[in-house]
């Protein structure tokens, strides 16, 4: 099963992929991991992805479609992936589908988690207190005026992907604002009945 989750910033993608990974063995394919990770690294993807990351802009198409592809071939990937934060854009999701198509596999189901502007902002002022109290740095881009600008840039750039899913079929639309083990419930539910 391939399943791509997508939602603003915020949304709980990351904690759902993370559940699915425990639970259904699916591995979790987020971007934005893996770009922080080359930051991290010091790469050179790393290096020229940061500045763009910190202002809560999208990191290009080629080069995310790139890290996907790569990630992609490894074999854990062989019975199906859960896709965190991509595609992010039309280009992208065009180009996941193709590159799922050469290798005999597509998307079997897009889940939308919808989740209200004003939670977002909430919930990124806890996770930056709640990263302070843990001793640890908060994300570079959860200050208030770079959410406000990923939020822009969802509606704008990926929002369209609800579209482009519900034209294919494929596209589910969970209430994010649930407690996290609901919002799980609803997802596993949706994988039941599409498999
Ligand atoms: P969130 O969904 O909370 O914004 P992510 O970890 O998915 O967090 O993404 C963090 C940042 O990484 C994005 O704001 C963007 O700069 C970059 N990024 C992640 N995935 C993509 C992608 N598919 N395309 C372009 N940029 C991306």
């Given at each position: 099963m391939n399943l791509v989750l997508f939602g603003?910033?915020?949304?709980?993608k990351g904690t759902q992929a993370k559940l699915l990974m425990e639970h259904r063995s699916l591995p979790q394919l987020s971007t934005g991991d893996m770009l922080r990770r080359a930051i991290t690294e010091g790469t050179e993807l790393g290096r020229n992805a940061k500045a763009i990351m910190d202002r809560g802009d999208l990191v290009s198409d080629d080069i995310v479609i790139g890290i996907v592809a790569e990630r992609l071939n490894?074999?854990?990937?062989a019975s199906g992936a859960v896709f965190d934060?991509?595609?992010?854009t039309i280009a992208q999701a065009e180009a996941l589908d193709r590159l799922l198509q050469s290798l005999g596999k597509k998307i079997d189901l897009a889940i939308e988690l919808k989740v209200n502007d004003e939670v977002l902002i909430e919930r990124s002022a806890n996770r930056v207190k709640e990263m302070i109290a843990a001793g640890q740095n908060p994300r570079a881009d959860d200050t208030p005026e770079t959410l406000r600008n990923r939020l822009d840039v969802y509606y704008r750039n990926t929002a369209p992907l609800i579209a482009y899913y519900r034209n294919q079929g494929k596209l589910k639309t969970v209430?994010?604002?649930?407690p996290i083990p609901e919002v799980t419930k609803s997802i596993a539910a949706l994988l039941d009945g599409a498999s």
């Open positions: 603003p910033p915020g949304a709980g490894q074999p854990d990937c934060g991509f595609p992010r209430h994010g604002m649930a």
